[in-house]
């Protein structure tokens, strides 16, 4: 069975702090994607980023910043400088071959609170 | 706009009524899912559609929930005989191609409520 561990479950910074949010799966397939989610106050969710098990390259997008170990089996996901509106609620989900089925193992989200 | 289009974005039921939610998916995409999120929880997977196929349905209640995706037209959700914990934000997504490398992109979500 599959699963994703987000252990911190509210941030709170100011602005323009780095701040750094924790995945941690757990799965048996050798062959996985891992995503980062962003749902703003308004609710929606937003794609950030879909990694490949077989690339433990970092990957840097403007103040993002997503660190793959598979030794660690994590996934973790820095915004630096925060801004208030990076203020959201945060997803790590995971995507293993079930067939033909590409469900996401969502974890519980971390809300992140950025005060100016 | 091509994004995943959801409707209603609110839904009020009264206990024992019947819900529909609608997801129409970006233009091109054949596979859709649904997710239902609880209050402080995460999404959960409830089904997973091709067009006019249910390919797994293994996160769906086993009574009174109910999924389509007809040749034509959105894909339905459909709750019959609504209780409290049907309370919830049921969120729409789709993509392109099946398999796990693909991006589900997500739609606004319906937040349902059952007084």
């Known amino acids: 069975a599959q699963k994703v561990t987000q252990a911190q479950t509210e941030i709170s910074v100011v602005e323009k702090e780095d701040v750094t949010l924790d995945c941690v799966y757990e799965t048996r397939d050798t062959t996985y994607y891992l995503f980062w989610y962003k749902q703003p106050p308004s609710g929606e969710l937003v794609f950030l980023i879909r990694r490949n098990s077989f690339d433990e390259q970092n990957e840097i997008s403007g103040r993002y910043s997503w660190n793959f170990q598979k030794s660690t089996s994590s996934f973790n996901f820095t915004i630096t400088a925060s801004q208030v509106v990076d203020s959201a609620v945060y997803f790590c989900?995971?995507?293993?071959?079930?067939?033909?089925?590409?469900?996401?193992?969502f974890g519980k989200g971390i809300t992140l609170s950025v005060r100016p | 706009n091509a994004g995943v289009m959801q409707n209603p974005r609110h839904l009020v039921r009264r206990r024992g009524q019947e819900a529909r939610l609608r997801c129409s998916p970006m233009?091109?995409?054949?596979?859709v899912y649904w997710y239902r999120q609880l209050p402080e929880e995460g999404l959960k997977f409830m089904v997973y559609l091709q067009k006019e196929n249910i390919i797994d349905e293994s996160g769906m209640p086993k009574e009174r929930f109910s999924a389509e995706f007809p040749k034509e037209g959105p894909s339905i959700l459909r709750i019959q005989q609504v209780v409290r914990g049907d309370s919830a934000a049921y969120f729409c997504a789709s993509s392109l191609n099946a398999g796990i490398q693909e991006t589900q992109y997500f739609g606004p979500g319906t937040r349902l409520l059952v007084l």
């Open positions: 989900a995971l995507s293993v071959s079930t067939g033909a089925n590409s469900k996401l193992t």
């Open positions: 233009k091109g995409h054949s596979h």
